[in-house]
Every structure is written in C-alpha cells, then in structure tokens.
C-alpha cells in the first residue's frame, strides 16, 4: 500500500479512535449513578434576582409550593464566557490564564481550520466552481489565517505552561511525567506540523489538497515526509487525549451540570426517585461493625438501623 | 524541614512529623495581632500522644489511632485500607458519590487555582501539606495503582506511590486537616472537588477501618442514636432544660415564653441544635420568643433526635449520616406536622434540606426549611414590632459555608440584619465567597490532645483577621460590638477563637445568634436582652 493511503488511513483511524473515546469517556460517567446532591453555590439557573447574590429557591419560605425555575439565559451567561474564555481561570487564576488561554484559544482556532479544510475540500468535491472562485479564496485566507495563528498561540501556550510546570515549585507535587509528555507531545506535533508546511516546497500539494486527498482517498498525492510526520503524530495525539485528563472537555460537562449546579430537589422528579429507590436496594460490603452491611443487607436496611447498643429502636 | 513536605515523604517509616509551622510562618494578621511575636505559644502535642498514637503528621493529632505493635498489624490495615479504596469506587458501595468522585479523581489538571482559594493553605502560609490537592493527589495515585491496576505508563502518566501503614495514618490525620467548606470547588476551573476528596476518605476510613474522630463518631452520632441528642441529653434532661430557659427567657422579656412541645398537626416542627440549649439557651429562648409573638404553630419533638438537628456523618459516614436524618424525618411525620424548619445550624441545613434530598420519598418526604427565612418573612412582614435603635452597635455576620456556599441561602440574613441592625457592615469576602470560620466538618468540636491550637492558629485564621478588619474602626473597648453567627458550629469555634485571642476582655467583641439579634430588637420586650457578657 502506498505510503500516502497508509497516512490517511492513519488520520481517518485517529478520528475514529478520537470520537470512541470521547463518547466512551462521556456514557461512562453518564451511566454513574446519580449522586446525592452536593450543589455550590452561585448556581446561575437559579432565577436572575438570586443569581446576583448566588442565592438559592431555599431562600424563599415554603420553596416546595411554587413552580421550579429553570434560568437558561443565567446558565449560558457562565457557561459561553467559561468555554471561550476561561473565565474562571480569568478571576480565580489570572497568571495562568495568560498561558491556558493562549494554548486554548490556539486549539480552538487549529480546530476551527481543521474544520474549515474538511468544508473546503467537501466543496471541491461537490461544487469545485465554488472553491476555485472567490468563495475558495476568501476561504483560503481564513484558513491559513486561523491556522498559523493557531499554531502560534497553541506553541507559545504550551511553551507558557511548560515553563510554569518546570519553574513553579508550588507545582513540584503534583507534576508528573506524563504532564511534561503530553506538553512536549503537543510541541512537537505542531512544531512537526509547521516545519512540514514551510519546508515542503513549491511542488508539495498544500493542505487544501491534502484534505481534499484525504477525503476522495487519492493515493497519487505524495505528502513531504516531515509534514507527514506532522500528520501522523497529530493523529497519534487526537487518539491520545481522549485517554487522559485532557479531555476535560466532557468532564467539565458533568462537573458543571450533574454536580456543581444540579439543584433539582427529588420531589420535582419522579425520575429522580425512581432511580434513588434502586440504589437503596444496592448490597453494600462495607467491612466496618457499626455500618452493618454483611452483603445482605441493602441501603434502606442500613439506613433505617440502629446500631447504637441499648438505643431505643 | 517547613515546606516544600513531598508526598512520598508521607510514606516515611519513622513517627516523626513531616512539618511543624512557626509563627513566622503563619499569615500575618491584622492589628491588633500583626505582631507574630506576640502570639500564643501552642500548645505541644503529649510525649504520651505521640507514644500511643500515629500522630506523624504535623503538630498536633486529630483522630488518636493506636499504633500497631507488630508488622502484620500493619500489613493488616493497610490490606484493610486497600479493600475500602477499591469499595469507594464501586457503585453498590458509594453509589452516594461515585460521580463526582470519579471527576475529580479523573481530571484535576493540577492547576493549583484551588489552592490561592483555600483558608487552610494560606493561614499556614502556604504549606505544602495543608495544599488542597495534596492529599487529593495521594488519593489520585492510589486511584490509578490499585483501583485502575495501572502499571509503570500509568504511574508516568499520574505518577507513582508506594502504599504503606505510615502513609494510610498520616492520611487518615490530613483528612482531618480540611474544613469541607469546598471554597477550592467553587473556584476550580474543571470542576474538581478537594473538599470531596476529604469526605470520601473520612468515609473509607470510617465505613471499612472503623477509624474516625470520637468526637464525630462516638460521642456524636453514636450518641445521637443511642440517647437521642450528642450532647448526651435524652428527652427528659432536654423537656427540663427548655422549661428552665422558658422561666428565663419569660423574665427577660416581660413576656410569657412557653415552647410547646410534640404537638400534633403544628405548622412547623423546630428542630435546634441541641448545643445551643446548653451552651448559648437564650438562642432556643429566643427563637420561642420569636415564633410566639407572630403567632406561628409550632413545636418541638422529644422523639429520638427529633429535638437534636445535627447530623455528624454528614463530615465521615454515609450510613450514620442516613440514620439520623430517618430519625429526623420520622420524628416529623409522627407528628404530622407540615414542614421541619432549621434552627441555626449550618451543617444540619445541609444534611436535611440538601443532601438527604433525594433519598426521601413518599410520607417521609417532608419539606424542610431554613429558620433563616421563617424569621426573614416575620422581621420584613413586620408581623412583630421592631426598634431597630436598640441594636445601634457595630454587627458583622459570618456566613456559614453549610448554609451560604453550599445551600444558597445568603440573603434572608442579610435582610434581616440591614433591617434592625443600623451599623452593620459585611466582612470580605462574604457571602457565597465567605471563608469558613476554622471549625468546620466537626473541627469546633474536636478538642483532644492539642488539636484547638491548631484550628486557631491555622484553621481559623482567616476567619479572625477578616472580623478584625470587619471591627477595624471600631476596636476600642468602649465600643460593644456583635458577630452574627446563626450556626451552632461556628458558633463554638469563634467562642474559642475570641477567648483565645482575648478580642472581648480587650476589644468588647461578643458573638451570638441571629435570633437574639431580633429579640434584643423588638419593642415589646424589655430593653437589653443581649446582655454584653462573656459566655
């Protein structure tokens, strides 16, 4: 098999490997059972007055009587600015935000090209009057645009954050090998990538065409050698991140939305107690006297006892 | 060595405390402490304490675990310590909160936002060990050794640890080195929670070793189930002593106090903590006064912790934590009344009204209220006559992390206060934003060995610098002053703190309730019911 069909072999493998793990990561912590409520507060689904002081329904007497509130506009006002921006990172942290934004918002943009290319290529193919006309043009600029921006800030985050992981002695502890590996796996994945790009000479098809080869799996393409390298350790990282930490991406929709803010009070969801009354038949093996769980036992059992000698039952 | 403590260091074989804190160390206060020179010297920890007990972490000891006398105790532990690791991550055992312990455990990008956030970590000044995803950290390794089996990628990826009995005690002490006020959670950028970390390992430790503080668990929610309150009062004693501050509260006031008792079909069943009847009677005294006067129906419970709100586990044990909350909610529907409401009790706030939500049902899922805004709708409803002239003295209010943080009940105080107290002011930050007043999760309890040195002079801290530059202006002891505190727990605590730092012989500060507040307030009692003396 030619060398290029291996490559996009490789990528569409790495998409793949990427989405599996995404959504496998994403069904696991879905299917975790519902936890017993552990909300903080400013929850911003409350209603707008209360958001204000990060006040909660429990402000008002007899809660229970009245329609449960659901602010959408308070939660995208906190969600769209954290997703952007970081804004968390921006008020609690804002030395580190410098970097972490930089390296965030150079992804952003390298997704956004990655994006743009696969467009530009699907209407090579579908209308090719199009992209070799204004439109293809206009999308061209945007493309190189976000792209070597992108890179630029992704390297220049990354180099940010890796300086703080190696200088900073307030994170000796909790730095590990593997986050200086997934930093440097980074840096020379796009490193790779731009020299690829510059260094590939005038009779090299330019990314368009290697999107558009992608795509129609046109084994004719030779792709440079280091731009090649570049593409397949890109791959190799896109199949990565869903293994680790960094696809905090999906965590942060769980942590958010199913810990953080979830405020649903049980009465308000028959769906809720449905799925409590199950877990309070679960069998529990705790080993210690007092909590009694032989195995047998279930929750509510546990619950309902009294352990305490000469109580009053 | 006083900084810089790694945690493989937490696994060292000798008894030797991995840090001691100076004062020089310690965060500066305000005037008039700012002089580190002049503070307490602490307390030491025993000979015999650290004879007898696994006290190798830092000054002081929380829990008192006896030290193993052979190898194969140890080796026993810590195969005991293994097999709860493995239990708390597994959906029969903790279903209650494996979620978001997996989150945490999964995706702490190790950032340290959390640490600037916490009062712990800055009072000690910055300590390595008192970091808040130190001891998150050690659980994170454990979590991927033994929970995930990784093997040597794995332990380059969240890096290695090796597990033996001086690390599982010295664990089992930093578990019991964090307030759970989860200020670090709110500020995570991920979404991760330290505060949880701490839970989950007080609850490994208790559900599986049997190991928690006796003060939580003996003498606390055992306690509670056995005779009905931690306090050690039964029915009896408890009927007895509200008559007593009924007597008293009805000479006070120039009024006649009654507090009604397991009356059937009432409004609202009143559920105080039982410390206050003992420590500080004229809060309960005064909430009868109150409720009285608008003319509510309510009343007490004698059953079985029905007259005691607390609830321990909520800091180290799911189960206990489900027992007494059952026997809170059955003391109300045996009485058939329609709500319970919340005396000021930040933690049994949290325990009732939030945590226990959702595993109640059916008749046992009574609603629950906080007495904050019970009391909030009779001062603004003005459904009793207020002078606000008689609280004219500087008032700041503490915001309990249970009820403000963790619960969202922020301004129904603050109504109240800006109502009837003319100089009040906040302390900063406050709020959700507050910082927790050092005796958080069972700390202001907590008094073996030498422990109450270390909760002023570390977890309190933070608390006592803000109520400083709260009284900044107004630190001359002709000026009484009052720190609002409607929680039980902290209460406790900035008793100790003030006596400790002598801010009411030198500087008139005087903590108390917030019912009392509004008692000392209202036209028809007879002036001075606050009564500007030390207790």
């Not at chain 1, 970081?86 to 090209?113: C, I, P, V």
């Not at chain 1, 293994?243 to 009070?265: C, E, N």
């Not at chain 2, 007593?244 to 009604?260: A, C, N, Q, R, Y």
């Not at chain 2, 309960?284 to 006064?289: H, K, T």
Request: charged share 20%; glycine share 8%; net charge neutral.
């Amino acid at each position: 098999m030619p060398v290029t069909l291996i490559i996009y072999a490789i990528l569409y493998a790495a998409a793949l490997v990427f989405l599996a793990g995404c959504v496998a990561r994403a069904v696991r912590y879905a299917r975790a059972p519902l936890h017993l409520r552990w909300e903080v507060y400013p929850v911003p689904h409350e209603e707008p007055q209360r958001v204000r002081h990060g006040g909660s329904y429990f402000e008002e007497t007899d809660w229970w009587t009245r329609p449960a509130q659901f602010n959408l506009l308070g939660e995208l006002k906190v969600m769209l600015p954290e997703m952007l921006f970081l804004k968390g990172l921006w008020e609690f942290n804002r030395q580190l935000w410098y970097r972490s934004f930089a390296f965030h918002l150079g992804l952003y943009l390298l997704t956004g090209t990655l994006a743009l290319l696969v467009l530009s290529a699907l209407l090579w193919l579908a209308a090719p009057g199009l992209i070799f006309g204004a439109t293809g043009r206009l999308l061209h600029y945007v493309y190189m645009a976000t792209g070597v921006s992108g890179v630029a800030l992704a390297v220049v985050g990354a180099l940010g954050l890796l300086h703080r992981r190696l200088t900073d002695e307030e994170l000796a502890n909790s730095t590990t090998g593997g986050d200086i590996f997934n930093l440097l796996f980074f840096l020379v994945t796009l490193g790779t990538l731009a020299a690829g790009y510059v260094f590939a000479g005038p009779e090299a098809p330019g990314v368009l065409g290697i999107a558009y080869g992608w795509l129609t799996w046109d084994a004719s393409l030779e792709i440079p050698p280091v731009l090649a390298a570049g593409l397949i350790l890109g791959a190799l990282l896109a199949s990565y991140i869903p293994l680790t930490h960094m696809s905090h991406f999906i965590a942060k929709y769980f942590t958010y939305h199913s810990v953080r803010w979830d405020d649903t009070p049980g009465r308000h969801s028959a769906k809720l107690q449905k799925r409590f009354a199950e877990y309070l038949t679960y069998r529990p093996t705790w080993s210690a006297p007092h909590v009694g769980a032989d195995g047998a036992k279930t929750w509510a059992d546990i619950a309902t006892a009294n352990p305490a000698p000469g109580a009053k039952k | 060595m006083k900084k810089g403590v790694r945690l493989s260091q937490m696994a060292r074989e000798d008894r030797e405390p991995l840090v001691h804190l100076d004062h020089a160390d310690l965060m500066r206060l305000p005037a008039p402490l700012e002089d580190p020179a002049q503070d307490h010297h602490w307390a030491p920890l025993s000979a015999q304490a650290r004879e007898r007990y696994e006290c190798g972490l830092d000054d002081t000891c929380a829990v008192n675990i006896p030290q193993p006398k052979t190898k194969a105790e140890e080796e026993e532990l810590v195969k005991k310590f293994l097999a709860g690791l493995d239990k708390l991550f597994t959906r029969e055992n903790n279903w209650t909160f494996l979620q978001p312990l997996l989150l945490t455990m999964e995706h702490c990008a190790r950032c340290q936002t959390c640490a600037d956030a916490c009062h712990v970590f800055e009072a000690s000044g910055r300590n390595e060990l008192y970091r808040p995803t130190f001891r998150s950290e050690i659980l994170r390794r454990l979590y991927f050794k033994f929970v995930q089996r990784g093997g040597v990628l794995s332990a380059f990826q969240h890096g290695d640890i090796q597990v033996n009995w001086p690390l599982v005690a010295r664990l089992v002490e930093l578990a019991y080195r964090c307030n759970l006020c989860r200020r670090c959670a709110q500020t995570c950028p991920m979404g991760a929670d330290n505060g949880l970390v701490a839970h989950e390992l007080r609850k490994l430790f208790s559900q599986e070793m049997g190991i928690a503080a006796k003060e939580l668990h003996e003498q606390g929610s055992m306690l509670q189930l056995k005779v009905g309150s931690s306090t050690g009062m039964n029915s009896v004693v408890v009927k007895d002593n509200l008559e007593f501050i009924d007597e008293d509260m009805s000479e006070k006031t120039g009024l006649e106090v009654h507090t009604p008792w397991d009356v059937e079909g009432a409004d609202i069943l009143l559920i105080h903590n039982a410390g206050e009847i003992l420590a500080w009677p004229e809060n309960p005294g005064a909430f009868a006064v109150v409720l009285n006067a608008a003319g509510l129906s309510w009343t007490l419970s004698s059953e079985l912790a029905g007259y005691d709100s607390i609830n321990y586990g909520l800091w180290y044990d799911d189960a206990q934590f489900a027992r007494v909350a059952w026997k809170h909610l059955e003391a109300a529907r045996k009485l058939k009344v329609k709500k319970i409401v919340l005396g000021e009790c930040g933690h049994a706030h949290k325990a009732l009204s939030v945590v226990a939500d959702r595993i109640l049902a059916g008749e046992m899922d009574i609603p629950r209220e906080s007495a904050l805004t019970l009391l909030r709708d009779i001062v603004v409803n003005e459904r009793i006559k207020l002078d606000p002239a008689r609280n004219n003295f500087p008032v700041t209010l503490h915001d309990p992390c249970n009820l403000v943080r963790l619960m969202g009940v922020v301004e129904p105080q603050r109504e109240i206060v800006r109502k009837i107290c003319p100089q009040f002011r906040e302390m900063e930050p406050h709020g959700v934003d507050n910082y927790c007043c050092g005796g958080g999760a069972g700390f202001a309890i907590m008094s073996g060995n030498n422990f109450p040195a270390w909760r002023f002079h570390v977890s309190g801290r933070k608390k006592l610098a803000q109520i400083l530059t709260a009284f900044g202006d107004c630190l001359d002891p002709s000026i009484p002053k009052y720190l609002c505190a409607p929680c039980s727990n902290c209460k406790g605590q900035l008793r100790d703190l003030l006596a400790y730092y002598g801010l009411w012989e030198r500087h008139r500060i005087l903590y108390g309730g917030l019912a009392e507040l509004i008692v000392n307030a209202m036209a028809d009692v007879q002036p001075g019911f606050l009564e500007w003396e030390w207790r």
